[in-house]
């Protein structure tokens, strides 16, 4: 899969993926996150058996549909919604399927963070796998010696009832000997996070050293100290793009118009046909609201304080799925009371609204078509009539993945559920024929105060989604799993977030008064924790005691004591200069490291030691050629823009003013133009050019 993405993105093995070309049925789902959530069946397996001779679907055992199913993965369409295996001798099923599915989805990506443990939710395999009622083959799946022995682990702890959906089985993964130290480097933040700042002139490794400074931070000293070195530089990227694809990495350029609310929390206009609420009351409104959206680094903090890792994401909500309020009915009548146990034993959430239309048709993921097909029954209605309003929202806005909320009454819940079928109409139902699938993460006939999680009293429609920003995530997460959830404060990742260029921006109108929340003993469950209320969602907002920043600069463009005071005080600052032993002495008959001391030395002299020019312009150099060429197009260019094009400076760096004669560029006299004399145009003018050919006879190698 990750190979997949190098071919999307850089065209890597082409000649191999562009032979299956796009696919149409089967695709497979990824196993954690990354670029795609789906991927090609037959382009998957025919790269990990390096061939193109691949056919068939589920109609024979070698078919790239059956060889990814029997291996444990989730066979989906282009949609993401699993599809279910013929029922045939040679297709995997039962708790041999349950087994291999939990090991790839959930151990080998929670070794993948390196985490300590993993919890793994029975109604999670089995909304994965789209089994029904079969919690009790999944518990003996989970529970027994066989998957034990398949994932090498030692017996887990579980959650009671058992069996159950809502049974957790827990995994502890540091007991293997060959993964102790690097978990316990991973798993162990240092005592005080990092606020670092790389600076120095251009091409110096900042670029390298952050990378490097980000997946220690993240990974720990043991791992971070086996991938050094220009030998493992690859593998030292491929260990930094796989902690970005997990969210633990975060990258952003500061640049003169950045602003607070563009990296903190800002607002942005969100059209008044959709209100925070669903559907406005007024359909024909028009113009715009603001609504608050997060920047780069609240997002970032609030992975960090929330923990969003392997180990204990089973026990974490989504975030970023929208809730939605669902009426059963009304528990005080007892024909909605059957109805409303009905929906909650059958996994189900349906509506009365809609009449005996059946909605599944395409056409009716606009809002436009499903009023209109209803103006042909109801010729009266508007926009606002409830067989209107409620149907777009359960048929077309509803989504898979989307959270639902059984309300009781207008400030009561009684169970929480996460949408896992598209809509259906079921003509044979004795009410209510308008439904959808739910597995139900939490449920209580007793119920709790709507008020613990969400401030504003239920509307009386049957379904519409809630406002998104009133949610308290934390207070859900509380109510559905109980007050086992790992708090913020116990984080045991570590997260970093790395800002390129960040003398660019006006810090003070960037971070504001958020300043003083990066100082390490201010951040979030330290001894001085400070928290502030955000200036437009008005929540309170803390930085977590677990992001790590690191910073980079280039003294090129502004000098570091420039830089804003109150961020120096705050930051430790690291200077990266030309590192002169990495380069060659001898490259096709250049002692490239004599060049770059001497061009250093007289820049030095003739502007600063911080325009310097780093060893990073040669390093990738192995014949003249390629010598010639790091001058001609990089050295000579960023030498022109120091000295504000000012040649007769770019020679004397050069050397090209002395009597041995012009090597690299030569000035040729101009003469006046016809009718003036040269006395009138003061000095005598010359033209500069760049010789066709270079003379590196002063940097000769020995």
Request: glycine letters at 6%; charged letters at 25%; a negative charge.
């Amino acid at each position: 899969m990750d190979a997949f993405d190098r071919y999307r993105f850089q065209g890597e093995a082409s000649d191999l993926f562009d032979h299956f070309g796009e696919p149409r049925d089967y695709w497979v789902r990824s196993t954690r996150h990354r670029m795609n959530r789906v991927y090609p069946t037959k382009a998957i397996v025919g790269h990990v058996l390096s061939t193109k001779d691949i056919h068939g679907g589920w109609n024979q055992p070698t078919g790239p549909v059956s060889r990814l199913h029997n291996s444990g993965f989730v066979i989906v369409d282009s949609n993401d919604l699993p599809i279910q295996p013929p029922d045939r001798d040679y297709v995997l099923k039962g708790a041999d399927r349950i087994r291999l599915c939990a090991l790839n989805y959930f151990i080998a990506p929670a070794r993948e963070n390196a985490a300590k443990e993993v919890s793994i939710v029975v109604s999670d395999i089995a909304w994965a796998l789209s089994l029904s009622d079969a919690s009790p083959n999944i518990c003996q799946a989970l529970g027994g010696e066989k998957f034990q022995h398949l994932a090498q682990v030692s017996p887990p702890t579980y959650t009671e009832p058992n069996p159950s959906s809502s049974t957790v089985f827990t995994y502890q993964l540091s007991s293997q000997a060959d993964q102790a130290t690097v978990t316990q480097s991973t798993l162990t933040p240092p005592r005080s996070p990092t606020n670092l700042i790389l600076y120095g002139p251009p091409g110096t490794g900042k670029t390298y050293r952050t990378a490097w400074e980000a997946v220690r931070l993240c990974e720990g000293e043991h791992v971070a100290e086996q991938l050094k070195g220009d030998d493992k530089r690859a593998a030292l990227m491929e260990r930094y793009r796989k902690l970005v694809d997990n969210h633990r990495i975060e990258f952003v350029t500061f640049h003169q118009s950045m602003s607070y609310e563009e990296f903190v929390e800002g607002l942005r206009p969100v059209p008044m046909e959709e209100d925070a609420e669903g559907l406005s009351q007024n359909s024909s409104s028009a113009g715009f609201r603001l609504e608050p959206f997060d920047g780069v680094f609240k997002r970032v903090s609030e992975n960090a304080r929330i923990n969003r890792s392997a180990a204990n994401s089973a026990k974490r909500l989504d975030r970023s799925a929208r809730v939605f309020k669902v009426a059963l009915g009304n528990r005080q009548i007892e024909e909605d009371r059957q109805r409303i146990r009905f929906g909650l034993d059958n996994s189900l959430i349906h509506v009365g609204w809609g009449g005996n239309i059946d909605w599944s048709d395409e056409r009716f993921d606009e809002f436009s078509e499903i009023f209109s097909e209803w103006k042909r029954k109801d010729p009266q209605a508007t926009g606002l009539d409830g067989n209107v309003v409620i149907t777009y929202s359960l048929r077309a806005d509803m989504q898979v993945g989307d959270y639902v909320v059984v309300s009781d009454g207008r400030d009561r819940i009684q169970a929480f559920g996460k949408v896992t079928g598209e809509y259906f109409y079921d003509e044979l139902a004795a009410f209510h024929p308008h439904r959808r699938r739910v597995e139900w993460l939490w449920r209580d006939d007793k119920g709790t105060e709507r008020s613990r999680f969400y401030p504003k009293t239920f509307r009386r429609h049957s379904i519409y989604k809630l406002n998104q920003s009133l949610v308290d995530w934390e207070a859900l997460d509380d109510i559905v799993f109980g007050g086992d959830v790992p708090q913020g404060s116990q984080s045991t990742l570590n997260y970093v977030l790395i800002i390129d260029e960040i003398n660019r921006a006006n810090i003070s109108k960037v971070l504001g008064e958020l300043i003083t929340l990066l100082e390490p003993d201010k951040r979030l469950g330290m001894p001085n924790e400070i928290r502030l209320t955000l200036p437009y969602s008005k929540k309170p907002f803390a930085v977590p005691a677990n992001l790590h920043i690191i910073g980079t600069m280039n003294t090129a463009d502004r000098s570091i004591a420039l830089l804003d005071t109150a961020l120096r005080r705050r930051f430790t600052f690291e200077e990266l200069m030309p590192d002169l032993s990495v380069l060659s002495e001898n490259v096709g008959g250049i002692n490239v490291r004599k060049l770059l001391a001497t061009i250093n030395e007289r820049v030095e002299y003739l502007f600063d030691r911080e325009h310097q020019i780093g060893h990073a312009y040669f390093t990738s150099c192995k014949t003249r050629a390629d010598v010639e060429d790091a001058v001609r197009y990089r050295v000579i260019p960023l030498l022109a823009e120091y000295f504000y094009e000012d040649w007769s400076r770019v020679a004397a760096v050069l050397g090209d003013t002395g009597q041995s004669g012009s090597r690299f560029i030569e000035a040729r006299p101009l003469r006046a133009p016809a009718g003036l004399a040269q006395d009138d145009l003061g000095d005598e003018k010359q033209r500069w050019l760049v010789k066709s050919k270079f003379d590196f006879s002063e940097f000769h190698a020995q």
